[in-house]
């Protein structure tokens, strides 16, 4: 069973301190999202957790610290679906799918049934078998996001990290995707996405993180985060929140008066 711990995680980028102090611990069968304001900190946070920028503090995937592993041990154990990747090869989409069993494969290793199978339930998965002989450069910028889900599941690996996976994607596209995150982690995988929808997040993460100016400012499930006190102070506005029965929802209906714009501006 998958571990990610974070302990005391800092992040600065250049002068600016984007992360301060960040600490949790994550394991397996959830859907965890990180939410927070435009600038907070949360894609640094998801770039921090696979050692992509460089951050005090450790983090630990299984007791190993993931600073310290080989790039293709820590691939097989965390997928990471990035945001705004841009395409520049004319792969068909079947191949660019298969980049994701890169990390299983030897340098000169070839596609093995094994393989095939994982990249089969990965475009099954991520509902683009329709697109498999399609060129991933010509593809819609929703059917480009849905194609690089399937790139990141056909890993396999028992974590999953999606930066903005909701991003360029229609509603129905992005229930879908939350349907289909949800149920990785029902089967055992841990997923952490960053998500700006609240109203997503709080139908369907099982616990939420808030991060607000680099710091965790709440931890807990979505009626624990979401709280109208916690919209006002990190998000400066008045919400309507109503988290019980089958479909949750966090509408904003206004800029708080102490954070809305003065008129004379």
Request: glycine share 10%; proline share 5%; charged share 20%.
């Amino acid at each position: 069973m998958v571990m990610l711990e974070l302990d005391r995680v800092c992040v600065a980028l250049g002068r600016r301190q984007v992360l301060s102090g960040v600490s949790a611990t994550f394991g397996a069968g959830a859907l965890v999202g990180i939410v927070g304001p435009n600038g907070a900190g949360k894609s640094t946070l998801a770039r921090a957790m696979l050692a992509l920028v460089p951050a005090q503090g450790r983090v630990l995937i299984d007791s190993s610290d993931v600073a310290a592993m080989r790039r293709d041990d820590l691939a097989r154990r965390i997928a990471y679906l990035s945001q705004g990747q841009t395409l520049h090869w004319p792969l068909t989409v079947e191949r660019l799918v298969g980049l994701g069993r890169l990390p299983h494969l030897g340098p000169m290793s070839r596609i093995g049934p094994h393989d095939a199978a994982a990249i089969e339930r990965a475009m099954t998965r991520a509902d683009v078998l329709d697109l498999r002989q399609r060129v991933a450069t010509e593809l819609s910028g929703g059917e480009r996001a849905r194609v690089l889900l399937a790139r990141a599941l056909a890993v396999e690996a028992p974590t999953l990290i999606a930066d903005e996976p909701l991003a360029s994607l229609d509603p129905g596209h992005q229930i879908d995707v939350m349907d289909l995150l949800r149920a990785q982690a029902h089967d055992g995988a841990l997923v952490i996405a960053v998500l700006h929808d609240l109203t997503m997040a709080a139908r369907y993460c099982d616990r939420l993180l808030l991060i607000d100016q680099g710091r965790l400012v709440a931890d807990g499930t979505p009626a624990d985060v979401l709280t109208n006190g916690h919209l006002r102070d990190v998000y400066g506005i008045e919400a309507e929140v109503h988290l019980g029965g089958a479909w949750p929802t966090v509408t904003p209906l206004a800029r708080s008066p102490l954070t809305a714009p003065s008129k004379s501006m």
